[in-house]
């Protein structure tokens, strides 16, 4: 029963191309958010979405920009890939009915730039 | 600004041993807090959360944290690991009704038989 899946597990892109990362969610979820994961760094926020058509800057959005043009999907967009971008993207998602639901997360992309 | 901060970076325990992993966070109103786990090869799953009331909160498991608001912590405990319980593990927290997590950079726990 996958809930929010991101549609490719690995991708491997080259530089300054344009890389679209899309994540869906069948919860009927209104806040959608996106995360890199690095060693020794967590889990940092891009961008997060609270409902269609509308997205807030996370703590690194350089890079990056994201678009909501329906509730369940949810997509980030590199504009011009770097090397520096080579990360795992996490997906996830969450009720505004249930704010301490907690978030339910994808299994993750893991991009590489060469 | 808020911040979570995990001391233990990486953590290797027997079977049998007992466990407490460490979370600060850094934030002077009212937070959320959570721990996550990722076991290898799987996605971010909730292990526990806590937003009010008794500050000793159990999940899944057998994991259980408290909440030591004017230490800023929330560390996770468990009384006997398994091999099973690999995993690496986040500690996360978010300001009172709202929505944005802010993850600390993990716990790496390697448990043998």
């Given at each position: 029963?996958?809930?929010?899946?991101?549609?490719?597990?690995?991708?491997?892109?080259?530089?300054?191309?344009?890389?679209?990362?899309?994540?869906?969610?069948?919860?009927?979820?209104?806040?959608?958010?996106?995360?890199?994961?690095?060693?020794?760094?967590?889990?940092?926020?891009?961008?997060?979405?609270?409902?269609?058509?509308?997205?807030?800057?996370?703590?690194?959005?350089?890079?990056?920009?994201?678009?909501?043009?329906?509730?369940?999907?949810?997509?980030?967009?590199?504009?011009?890939?770097?090397?520096?971008?080579?990360?795992?993207?996490?997906?996830?998602?969450?009720?505004?009915?249930?704010?301490?639901?907690?978030?339910?997360?994808?299994?993750?992309?893991?991009?590489?730039?060469? | 600004?808020?911040?979570?901060?995990?001391?233990?970076?990486?953590?290797?325990?027997?079977?049998?041993?007992?466990?407490?992993?460490?979370?600060?966070?850094s934030y002077g109103g009212t937070v959320n807090l959570f721990w996550y786990v990722q076991y290898p090869g799987q996605h971010l799953q909730l292990l526990l959360k806590y937003f009010?009331?008794?500050?000793?909160?159990?999940?899944?498991?057998?994991?259980?944290?408290?909440?030591?608001?004017?230490?800023?912590?929330?560390?996770?405990?468990?009384?006997?690991?398994?091999?099973?319980?690999?995993?690496?593990?986040?500690?996360?927290?978010?300001?009172?009704?709202?929505?944005?997590?802010?993850?600390?950079?993990?716990?790496?726990?390697?448990?043998?038989?």
């Amino acid at each position: 029963d996958v809930k929010v899946t991101q549609s490719s597990r690995y991708l491997v892109k080259r530089t300054g191309e344009k890389v679209f990362l899309e994540c869906v969610q069948d919860m009927d979820h209104e806040n959608m958010f996106w995360y890199r994961q690095d060693p020794g760094l967590g889990l940092r926020l891009i961008y997060f979405s609270y409902d269609v058509k509308m997205k807030e800057k996370g703590d690194i959005p350089e890079g990056y920009s994201v678009s909501r043009e329906k509730k369940e999907r949810f997509s980030l967009i590199l504009e011009s890939a770097s090397t520096n971008q080579t990360s795992m993207y996490l997906c996830a998602s969450s009720s505004r009915r249930q704010v301490l639901g907690g978030y339910t997360f994808g299994s993750g992309t893991r991009l590489t730039v060469v | 600004a808020q911040s979570v901060s995990q001391h233990n970076h990486h953590v290797i325990l027997s079977e049998a041993a007992s466990l407490e992993l460490g979370c600060n966070y850094s934030y002077g109103g009212t937070v959320n807090l959570f721990w996550y786990v990722q076991y290898p090869g799987q996605h971010l799953q909730l292990l526990l959360k806590y937003f009010s009331g008794d500050p000793l909160v159990k999940g899944i498991k057998g994991f259980e944290a408290e909440f030591i608001k004017s230490k800023f912590s929330f560390n996770l405990r468990k009384p006997s690991v398994q091999w099973s319980d690999t995993a690496e593990y986040f500690c996360a927290v978010s300001a009172h009704n709202t929505d944005k997590l802010i993850f600390g950079t993990g716990t790496r726990l390697q448990v043998f038989p």
